[in-house]
């Protein structure tokens, strides 16, 4: 179960030639993200719509029950309309590969990306243990089967 006093360790393997770009970090003592850093050989321009695959050099090992979710910078959203697809993106306990970043351009701007340039964030999560049953029937609420909007824009 997850308790918020327990220190969690993340096994993390830099890729040969990649140690120039170091390991992901908190900017701030109390940040929730690690800074996610661009891991490129060249730089890579994101055309207005475009989006690209960018490598981060590392990849790691986290204990069962925890997840990272890749997230957008707030800043690049913001100031340049760069911001990561499939966000929050998933990256699951067992997953042993180089941790990528889905990169999109939604600014009116060519965007460059330079290497060491930090270009999203990771955030870990805890994960329940979740087992599924099925029934005949589901217990009534007020709200019901409303969605997408029932209670107004």
């Known amino acids: 179960?997850?308790?918020?006093?327990?220190d969690v360790t993340v096994k993390i393997t830099v890729f040969?030639?990649?140690?120039?770009?170091?390991?992901p970090e908190k900017m701030t003592e109390l940040a929730s993200g690690f800074d996610l850093k661009a891991a490129v050989d060249a730089p890579v321009t994101l055309q207005p719509g475009e989006r690209a695959l960018i490598p981060t050099g590392f990849a790691m090992a986290m204990p069962a029950n925890l997840e990272a979710q890749v997230r957008p910078r707030s800043g690049l959203a913001y100031k340049k309309g760069i911001t990561t697809l499939n966000s929050p993106g998933t990256i699951d306990a067992d997953y042993r590969g180089e941790v990528g970043v889905i990169l999109i351009n939604h600014g009116s701007e060519p965007f460059v990306i330079e290497r060491g340039d930090r270009i999203a964030q990771l955030v870990?999560?805890?994960?329940p243990r979740v087992h599924l049953k099925q029934v005949d029937r589901l217990e009534e609420t007020e709200r019901g089967s409303g969605g997408f909007g029932h209670t107004g824009v």
């Open 1 to 6: 179960m997850y308790d918020a006093n327990v």
């Open 124 to 127: 870990f999560q805890w994960v």
């Open 16 to 23: 040969p030639g990649n140690e120039d770009i170091g390991l």
